[in-house]
């Protein structure tokens, strides 16, 4: 058997990606037949900030403004974006978008949550409104603190599709 046909052979037995055909190539899933319904994802990931920096932040004095609310705001923008962002995402059209920062002792959890009704999930979405957020503070407080952390930027939960329900336990 020559080695292209092998390859093939046993590309066959793995679990297929929706995303990747037959040759290996990247592709756009086709959702067209997939039924409407109502999807919600929830996201979350953290940003870890030095002391002097989360006072500076916590007492309204960073030079740039508040970076927790135009943060939120970029999030949001960013779930509006996703599909110019990564490039075989759906646009969709979104129904609601929340990213909320929650103080901790260290910095910030930040969570997404983004619903529409649409052929194919919201995900990415939220992903992306955690990530767009983080950079968005790291932005802002940069001049002050270049150790921050971004991380552990994950899906919760969601649902809805024929997949049905995942939540991260």
Do not use: F, N, W
């Not at 002391?51 to 916590?58: F, G, K, Q, V, Y």
């Not at 990213?99 to 052929?119: H, K, N, P, S």
């Amino acid at each position: 058997m020559p080695t292209t046909k092998k390859r093939l052979a046993s590309r066959s037995k793995r679990p297929r990606l929706s995303h990747v055909d037959a040759d290996g190539s990247a592709r756009m899933v086709d959702v067209g037949a997939k039924a409407v319904t109502r999807r919600e994802a929830v996201a979350r990931g953290t940003i870890t900030i030095a002391p002097d920096a989360l006072e500076l932040i916590r007492s309204g004095q960073i030079a740039k403004g508040d970076p927790l609310q135009t943060a939120r705001l970029a999030g949001i923008m960013a779930a509006k974006r996703t599909a110019d962002l990564i490039p075989l995402c759906h646009p969709l059209p979104l129904s609601h978008v929340d990213v909320e920062l929650l103080a901790r002792e260290d910095g910030y959890d930040i969570q997404a949550v983004a619903r529409t009704t649409a052929q194919t999930g919201v995900e990415m979405e939220a992903l992306t409104a955690v990530a767009v957020a983080a950079l968005t503070v790291y932005d802002m407080v940069k001049a002050v603190d270049k150790t921050m952390v971004i991380g552990d930027i994950r899906l919760m939960k969601k649902t809805g599709g024929r997949s049905g329900v995942y939540r991260r336990t």
